[in-house]
């Protein structure tokens, strides 16, 4: 599974970190982004990262939770 954040969505309410902070993080605009460890991905598409089969669950969580509907799946 592959999850990416479409900023012009995001309402920066922090869910998706709160339920998964493996894989979602805040940036410094208030938006969420997705992480590959360490690092932070650009936003849109091009910020997409395979996520870890442990984060699966909590991945869609946070995707269903989320009041902006900004977060992103595919296969």
Do not use: H
Request: proline share 4%; hydrophobic share 35%; glycine share 14%.
């Amino acid at each position: 599974m592959k999850v990416w954040i479409d900023q012009e969505e995001c309402t920066g309410s922090g869910l998706c970190e709160l339920i998964e902070p493996e894989v979602f993080t805040l940036g410094d605009d208030g938006l969420a982004y997705v992480r590959e460890g360490d690092r932070v991905l650009p936003g849109g598409a091009a910020g997409s990262a395979l996520v870890s089969q442990e984060c699966e669950d909590n991945v869609l969580e946070a995707r269903q939770g989320c009041p902006g509907r900004c977060i992103q799946v595919e296969d």
